[in-house]
Structures are given as C-alpha cells and as structure tokens.
C-alpha cells in the first residue's frame, strides 16, 4: 500500500501520457532514489536525458526475442522434451528418416522445405547437406555399407551422395516417385514411380534395368533380404514379386488374392520367408515368398464388429498404414488409420492383442517391444501388449521414424520441423 508522501508524490509527476514506455522493453538499472520527495523539476530534467525512441525490431520469433540456436541442436519450448537429441536444421515439415546400417552413427532426414541433411547421432552436428532438390524430399537412405546416400523427392529426383567426402556422384530423373530402397548387398538402388514402373539402378555407373508393373502407381516396395527378388504392391491390389537378375515376375498376386484397394505398406521377416502386405482395404495379408501363396490374412476386430458401415463406408474408414514383424518372436505388428494397434501371433495366425492408441499411429515392433508413435513414442511389450513406457519431445504429428539395431535408440521426424533421438529401453534387458 502506497504511503502519504508516496501518493503526494505521485500527483504531482507529469501525466504518464508524456512517457512512450514500451511493454517489450527491459530494466536495465536501478537507481536509489535519496528518501524524501523528489522535486518535481529534478524528475522532468532527468526524464529529458533519457531516449524512449522505439528500436528496430530484430528477425525473430512471434515476441519479437532473437533466439541463436546452436548450429542444428535445440531444446523444446513447448512441454517436457524426453529427447536426447534435437536437429532442427529443417524449416518445414520432416517426412523421412535413415540410419547408416553400419555404425548406426549417422541419420539422414528429407523433408517439406526441399532439403535433405546428413548428420550425427551423438550431438545433432551437421555433416553436410544434399543439395538440389527442387520439391519435398520424401525419401532418403544410406546403401547397405554406409558409404553412400540417396535422396528422392515427389518430382521424382533423384540424387546419391558419396558420405566420405559428401560429394554427389549420380544423380536420375525418374517421374513421380512412390517408395525408395537400397539393395541390401550391392551398391544398387531400387524406387517405384507413379507410372508403374520399379526402377533399378546400378550406382554410380547408371546402368539401368525397369520392372513394368500395370498402369496404375508401384506405391510400396521392399527388396528381400536374399537380395534376389523384391516384392511390390500396386494402387490396383496386386502384388508382385520380381526376379531381379532375369527383370521378370515370380508371382502375381490379383483379384481375391490381392487386395480390394491400394497397397499402402509392405514388410518382411528375417529370413525372407514371409512378406506381409497392407492396403486401404483394411487387410494385411501374410503370403509364403517361396510359393506366392496367401497363407493369412489379418483384420482388426474393431472393424468386424461395425455392421451398420456398408463395405465401401468401412474401406474408407480405416486402412492399414503401417506393418512389421517381430524379430525374435513370431508375432507381426499392424497399426491401423483408425488408431488400432494390432499384434498377431504368425504361429497360430490369431490375434493375441489389440489396443486403441489415438487417431492415426505408425509403428515397428522392435525385439520384444512395439513401438508406437502419433507425435508421442510408446514402447508396448509384444508379449502382454501392455503399455511400458512413453517418449515426449515433439510439439505436432510424427511423420517418419527409424530404429537402431540394438533397438537403443529411436530417430523421429515431425510436422513441428524437428526430428528426435530418443534414447528406450527394452523390456528384456
């Protein structure tokens, strides 16, 4: 509460009309006043030496604050941040993330701004940047020896990168582009175009082989581990293996054996034994790789359960976004538009647990784990589908992620322009 001589003096300062005070600005100095009123003519002179004139407003953020973030490595603003590692080198949306297989030491993400960057794990440093691309990249990879890198964007563009001394060697225009994978044994690059088309490249020499596919988008794609064949899904449902050395279909998969929509995502297990498919029409289907056969086909309780949607209602619904097989045990994991996660055992071809997470999820189940993603990491034990822990860190959707091969540590990319090392655990250790 203010005193007599306090409100005294306060009358008779000149009106506060006369003073530009800006909320923005700061105290930069106290100054002791001796006790006692100060006299009015004291206070005018000293209000006259000081410069309320507005400062320029430096480029920054929304309050007008410069921020100097390190180079590529910041912490959250907004909410707990339980990553270890935050690049944000990007300045839109980042739709795609990769490891190099070798040392599990560098990641290369490409995203919405038309830029792709290599860079450490360990500290979020930037190795350098894959120059170029005139559209969204939206894939990207290193060869199976880490010496090389490949970006892809929608335009079809693309360009590898020799990672020792980040120079580009090789480059193809190719057409809208679907999916990009590296061969898992050789300096070959596979990609699937919206023409159909699964191209195959010999890198850096371009020698060039093309898999015709029917008129319709290759829009997922994944070279078997045997390093021989490759399995492609198709817009239309089909499904198609390739022999990579003769350029010529082992099996066609159509009409009841294929799917009812698009293929959306497609995996296989270890030993290449197994490939299981998933598409808009809500199935994920488990097809021998030695016969083509179709040997199960899996589908969430939830949408059986929904008789009052008719057929082409419930296929819009929902869909199978993402697949993937456990590596130590035979369960197979499927996570659902609609926010189902799925986990079925491939033994007994029977669900063995099935939870709701949230609207749209993407997921990969790691040795005895699952991990599940929707802008949060969820680390679920496969075994008892029970929930063991979660990751927080990113402010908006995630968009792509990738996981170690000691399953330590899980790189996410996100709407919010970042992407993330999270550094889990797995329920066995």
Known sequence: MESESESGAAADTPPLETLSFHGDEEIIEVVELDPGPPDPDDLAQEMEDVDFEEEEEEEGNEEGWVVEPQEGVVGSMEGPDDSEVTFALHSASVFCVSLDPKTNTLAVTGGEDDKAFVWRLSDGELLFECAGHKDSVTCAGFSHDSTLVATGDMSGLLKVWQVDTKEEIWSFEAG?????????????????????????????????????????????????????????????????????????????????????????????NQDGSLILTGSVDCQAKLVSATTGKVVGVFRPETVASQPSLGEGEESESNSVESLGFCSVMPLAAVGYLDGTLAIYDLATQTLRHQCHICPSIWLLPGPCSGIVLDGIVRLWDARTGRLLTDYRGHTAEILDFALSKDASLVVTTSGDHKAKVFCVQRPDR
Not at 183 to 208: E, F, Y
């Open 176 to 268: 809208d582009l679907e999916w990009m994978e590296w061969h898992p044994r050789a300096p070959v690059l596979l990609a699937g175009t919206a023409d159909g088309n699964t191209w195959m490249w010999k890198v850096p020499n371009g020698d060039c082989k093309t898999f015709q596919g029917p008129n319709c988008p290759a829009t997922c794609g994944r070279v078997l581990p045997d390093g021989k064949r490759a399995v492609v899904g198709y817009e239309d449902g089909t499904i198609r293996i390739w022999d990579l050395k003769q350029g010529s279909p082992i099996h066609v998969l159509k009409g009841t054996e294929g799917h009812q929509g698009p293929l959306t995502c497609v995996a296989t």
